[in-house]
């Protein structure tokens, strides 16, 4: 079988997004994405979709690996193989050229999360010299009601992905940076409670995402996080709300606080470094 990789940007939008649902299927997670929410990941998340790449067999699109950019860093944002493509080798062969064009690009690092219950993509990923960072958690909490006092004020966007940037992890996963919330517009919210911090998505749909959690530095050890977690709760009260598996585990414990149950999949967050000694 004949492999070549071809620019996604060279890709009609709807066929890329029909080809990334497709390498998606019966997957642990599937992805089932419209052609505006594929744009708002690709702004959000920084997609380069001149360095993402279209895996083609026999010249038919059968994968795709999206390809997030900032600085020196680039990211696998994601990598789906069509099902009838998956253990031919495709993944292994297009594994090598993306480190490889990433290499010619200048890049540093290579970074990405992948499902830690997914033992072929992780073998795949250490097969290529891929290090764990650490493991990413995910929580929910269902038709939450909490009766804290709503001593809330919202903040823009910008400033909260500001906050992150100055005072959170310097290696945070992508998707919980400062410049990843900072790309984020309404209506997902930012709001505040002294020196405590929270980012959603939507906080008016039955389903909602917590982005982040902030507590300044010398505000931290007061149990703040899981409190402005509750007020938040308390003024959008009888929602569901989710934390993806893309929360550093060390990091947790704010959400155990906050009454959250542990989900069953977790993340392994990988880097990769792309100097000449590595």
Same mark, same amino acid.
Request: net charge negative; glycine share 8%; aromatic share 8%.
């Given at each position: 079988?004949?492999?070549d990789?071809q620019?996604a940007?060279?890709?009609?939008?709807?066929?890329? @997004?029909?080809?990334l649902?497709r390498?998606?299927?019966?997957?642990?997670v599937?992805?089932h994405?419209?052609?505006?929410?594929f744009?708002?990941?690709?702004?959000?998340?920084?997609i380069?979709l001149?360095?993402s790449?279209v895996?083609?067999?026999?010249g038919?699109?059968e994968?795709v690996?999206l390809?997030?950019?900032r600085?020196?860093v680039?990211?696998?944002?994601?990598?789906?193989?069509s099902?009838?493509m998956?253990?031919?080798?495709?993944?292994? !062969?297009?594994m090598e050229r993306l480190?490889r064009q990433?290499?010619?690009?200048?890049?540093?690092?290579? @970074?990405l999360e992948?499902?830690?219950?997914?033992?072929?993509?992780?073998?795949?990923?250490?097969k290529?010299?891929?290090?764990?960072t650490?493991r990413?958690?995910?929580?929910?909490r269902?038709?939450?009601i909490e009766?804290?006092?709503?001593?809330?004020?919202?903040?823009d966007?910008?400033?909260?992905?500001?906050?992150?940037?100055?005072?959170?992890?310097?290696?945070l996963? !992508?998707?919980?940076?400062?410049?990843t919330?900072?790309?984020?517009?309404?209506?997902?919210?930012a709001?505040?409670n002294g020196?405590?911090?929270v980012?959603?998505?939507?906080?008016?749909a039955?389903? @909602?995402?917590? !982005?982040?959690?902030?507590v300044?530095?010398q505000?931290?050890?007061?149990?703040?996080?899981a409190h402005v977690?509750?007020?938040v709760?308390?003024k959008?009260?009888?929602?569901?709300?989710?934390?993806?598996?893309?929360y550093?585990e060390?990091?947790?414990?704010?959400?155990?606080?906050a009454?959250?149950?542990?989900?069953?999949?977790?993340? !392994?967050?990988?880097?990769?470094s792309?100097s000449?000694?590595?």
């Open positions: 079988m004949d492999f990789l620019p940007s060279d890709q009609p939008l709807p066929d890329l @997004v029909q080809t649902n390498g998606f299927e019966e997957y642990l599937p992805i994405l419209n052609v505006s929410q744009l708002n990941m690709v702004r959000k998340d920084s380069d001149t360095a790449r895996l083609l067999a026999d038919n699109p994968g690996a390809i997030a950019r600085g020196w680039s990211r696998l944002a994601a990598m789906g193989i099902t009838n998956r253990g031919k080798g495709a993944g292994s !062969w297009m480190i990433a290499r010619e690009r200048g890049d540093r690092e290579l @970074v992948v499902i830690e219950q997914n033992d072929a993509a992780v073998r795949l990923y250490q290529f010299g891929f290090q764990t650490r990413l958690l995910g929580f929910i269902r038709e939450a009766l804290e006092e709503h001593e809330l004020n919202e903040l966007l910008r400033e909260m992905g500001a906050l992150i940037s100055q005072f959170g992890l310097r290696d996963p !992508w998707q919980l940076s400062g410049e919330i900072a790309q984020m517009t309404p209506p997902a919210r709001y505040r020196h405590s911090y980012a959603v998505s939507n906080p008016e039955d389903h @909602v995402v917590i !982005w982040s959690v902030l300044e530095p505000a931290r050890g007061k149990n703040l996080g977690l509750k007020q709760i308390a959008f009260t009888g929602r569901t709300w989710h934390i993806p598996a893309i550093p060390e990091l947790s414990g704010v959400f155990e606080r009454n959250f149950e542990l989900e069953q999949l977790s993340q !392994w967050q990988m880097c990769l792309l000449a000694s590595a």
